[in-house]
Structure formats: C-alpha cells, structure tokens
C-alpha cells in the first residue's frame, strides 16, 4: 500500500528527478525490509540512480540530480564511517546527554552535507550558504515533529470540519521557519561567492568525496587530498573582468576592486543578478553600486561604440571596443579601431575587414559560443558552449538559423553623429562619415 501511494504521488507531482529518486529509494527500502535485509546502504543510492540515469540520462548533468544524490550519499557514508556510528549509536544513558548525542549528529550531519553540496552548488550557481548547518538544528525538528504531524492532523480531522486548530499550528511553524531562514541568510557571511569552479574542478573534487565514501580502510582518507585540491584551485581562480551573455547584447566590465560597470545600465534585475553571480558579488545588503561603462576611467564612448583599456597589474593592459547598437558605421574606421584593439564584442555581425588581436566576439560568433566569462590578465575565457552545449543530444545552430535571426544594420543620419575620441591608449571607437 506504501509503495503504490508513493507510486502515485510521484506520477502527480510530475516525475521530478528528486521525486522519483525518493520514490525508488523507499520502494527498494520496503523490499529489503521485506528480504530482512539492511536497505541503508551505498547499494540502495546506486540503485536508485541507475533508475533515474536509464530513463533521463541528461539528469546527471543538471542540479537537481547532483544535489540530491550528493546530499543522500552524503548521510549514508557519514554514518556508516565506523568511528561515526559509534559516536552515535543508541546506548543506556539519561534523556539529557540521549538530546545532545542527536544534536551533535544533526549538526555534523549537517557540516557534512554543506560540504558535500557546496562545490556543485558553486559549479552551477556560484555561491552556496555557510550557515545551513546551524539553521538545520532546529529546522528539521521543527518540521518533524510540529509542521508535518499537525498537517497530517488537519487533513484527518478535516473530513469532521475540526481542522483549524491544526492548519493554525502549522502555519504557525511554517511561519516560524521562515523566519529562522531570512535570519539566516541576513546575516554577513552566511552566503560564499566563488566565481570559478570550473567542471575540471568539481569533477576531481567529486573523484575525492566517492573514493571517501566508498573505499574502506585507512585509504580511503586519500580521498582528501583531491578535494583539498580541488578546494585550493577554486579559491586561487581569478574573478573574470569581463562578462558578455548569450547575444552579445549585454556586457559587463569588472575592475580590479570589484566595481561592476554595465554598458547598458538600464539592463533587468536578471541580468544584473546573473552578473554579480557569475562574477562572484554580493549586492544582497547594496554594498555593489552597479555603474555605467561611460563612468568607466578614461572610457570613451559615442552613440556606436565604447572603447576602454583594461588595466593590468602585470601585464599590458587590453583594450576592449563593444559596440552599442546596429547602425551603419564606416568599415575602413571600423577595420582601423579593429586592429588597434585586443578584445572586439559586438551584438551586431562584423565584417572580415575587423581583425582584433585576440577575441572577435560578434554575432556570429557567440551563435556558437554563447555566454562568455573574459579573463583579459591571465588571456583565458569560459563559454557556455564548452560546459553546457557538447552533449549526444545537442544540435549545433546552422549557418541557415543565423540568417533568419540576423538583424540588418539601420542607416543613420550622418549629421547627428558625434566625433570620435582619439587616445594613445586606447582604440577610438569608429565614427564620422565616410570620407
């Protein structure tokens, strides 16, 4: 009777990976309980995500499959580690020293699993919460042994109409445990902001926790050392100071103390959080004051394009041209400021005439690439097409696509364009009529 309400409940939320990883878990718990046999184990998680794998295989390369079987591979590890179960074992001793054994195992179970989820939680979302733990202490007695008995108790009672005293007691508790959660998360630091953990990265950091997890013996602490690895790789990765998403049409410049700088300052709330994320900010309590480009230091900007140097503590400094629309502009200034610039973006198409030094970000360009995380010090960039598009299941846009969706540049009125500025320094963005 269990497994098929299970069953059901799955099928009515909509077969979500964590629903039906729950669901294979319980009905395998039920038939080892059934063989007399122990069904909490490492086997039951491999079970249940070879289940997941076989009918959604491209589940493995989303959160929510690697969150929830971390978290639960997690717990099953930890509390098979033998000195840790016996730390924890039940034994003959007073109520009060029987309540700080299990809040000791909550939080250390908890420790544990921030752990576990924090280098995935920073591969996807570039930041994870530091103060889970704690808040978890109180959180999951709360919902245990108040939230979900006294909702059980509404909906029994409710075929009597007697139900409100026991729909105000949970919603008293649920009440309470969002209080607990914006205390928690209000306070500073209760959130890490790390800007590149790259898939490499989480990958030997993951090698290292399965090889703890699984192996037996004293060597299964060599698992460590990958994941100190992994650790020291991601806390020495440089932030990128430049950020272009998807269509080129918004970019953001990060200078080297952290000030973000938007060529397009009236851009979405989205695309702001989605900057500062990637970029490894905090602007929860409005300490990130986001500027325009033009405020950039010795930027210079017309109405078509925005020329800034970008400087470097050991290296020359890389000049950047963005364009900032789609109108007409002269090809030969345009080849000119091309080559005397390293970085050239653009959401518009560029002619073969505009040959920059390293990256011609264009239209065409980011058609394939998507979203890109510039290092202009080190000369590196991450796209989105390296981590997320190279998959059995993914089809390269085609030259045919690119055209239907390819904007044409509008003329403009000559008379109204401002000069250029000209720098040593710098490119001077393109501008003026065609001599």
């Given at each position: 009777g269990g497994g098929v309400a299970g069953i059901g409940y799955t099928l009515f939320s909509g077969a979500e990976v964590p629903t039906v990883r729950s669901c294979a878990a319980a009905l395998l718990v039920l038939a080892g309980l059934a063989m007399g046999r122990n069904p909490f184990s490492l086997r039951l998680i491999a079970a249940g995500a070879m289940l997941v794998m076989l009918f959604w295989p491209e589940a493995v390369m989303g959160p929510s499959f690697q969150l929830s079987f971390a978290a639960v591979t997690c717990i099953v590890a930890l509390h098979e580690y033998p000195p840790i179960k016996a730390l924890f074992a039940r034994r003959d001793e007073g109520f009060a020293m029987r309540l700080?054994?299990?809040?000791?195992?909550?939080?250390?179970?908890?420790?544990?699993?921030?752990?576990?989820?924090?280098?995935?939680?920073?591969?996807?979302?570039?930041?994870?919460?530091?103060?889970?733990?704690?808040?978890?202490?109180?959180?999951?007695?709360?919902?245990?042994?108040?939230?979900?008995?006294?909702?059980?108790?509404?909906?029994?009672?409710?075929?009597?109409?007697?139900?409100?005293?026991?729909?105000?007691?949970?919603?008293?508790?649920?009440?309470?445990?969002?209080?607990?959660?914006?205390?928690?998360?209000?306070?500073?630091?209760?959130?890490?902001?790390?800007?590149?953990?790259?898939?490499?990265?989480?990958?030997?950091?993951?090698?290292?926790?399965?090889?703890?997890?699984?192996?037996?013996?004293?060597?299964?602490?060599?698992?460590?050392?990958?994941?100190?690895?992994?650790?020291?790789?991601?806390?020495?990765?440089?932030?990128p100071d430049i950020l272009v998403s998807g269509d080129g049409h918004h970019v953001a410049l990060i200078d080297p103390v952290g000030q973000m700088y938007l060529l397009r300052s009236r851009a979405g709330d989205y695309t702001r959080e989605s900057f500062l994320e990637i970029a490894g900010l905090d602007d929860r309590f409005g300490e990130t004051a986001i500027k325009d480009l033009r405020e950039w230091p010795g930027a210079q900007c017309n109405r078509d394009f925005c020329s800034v140097l970008m400087a470097q503590t050991s290296h020359e400094p890389k000049a950047v041209l963005i364009s900032r629309n789609f109108e007409n502009v002269p090809e030969r200034a345009l080849a000119a400021a091309c080559r005397r610039s390293d970085i050239v973006i653009s959401e518009r198409w560029l002619p073969q005439s505009c040959q920059p030094r390293w990256i011609k970000a264009d239209r065409r360009y980011m058609w394939q690439s998507g979203g890109l995380a510039i290092d202009s010090s080190n000369k590196t960039m991450r796209s989105v097409a390296q981590s997320q598009g190279r998959h059995g299941w993914f089809i390269p846009k085609t030259t045919k696509g690119e055209a239907r969706f390819a904007r044409k540049p509008r003329p403009v009125d000559q008379s109204k364009r401002k000069p250029g500025i000209n720098d040593s320094g710098a490119a001077a963005p393109p501008s003026g009529p065609e001599p």
């Open positions: 700080a054994r299990n809040i000791g195992m909550l939080l250390l179970t908890g420790l544990a699993i921030e752990l576990a989820l924090s280098p995935i939680a920073l591969h996807h979302f570039h930041q994870t919460g530091l103060l889970g733990a704690l808040a978890n202490v109180v959180a999951i007695p709360l919902t245990t042994f108040v939230i979900m008995p006294a909702e059980a108790l509404a909906l029994l009672t409710d075929l009597a109409g007697l139900g409100a005293p026991f729909w105000w007691v949970a919603q008293q508790g649920i009440r309470l445990l969002l209080w607990m959660a914006h205390i928690t998360a209000d306070q500073p630091g209760s959130v890490a902001l790390l800007p590149g953990v790259t898939g490499p990265m989480l990958s030997l950091f993951t090698a290292g926790a399965l090889w703890l997890a699984i192996i037996q013996g004293r060597w299964r602490l060599a698992g460590l050392l990958p994941m100190a690895m992994a650790s020291l790789l991601a806390l020495t990765h440089d932030r």
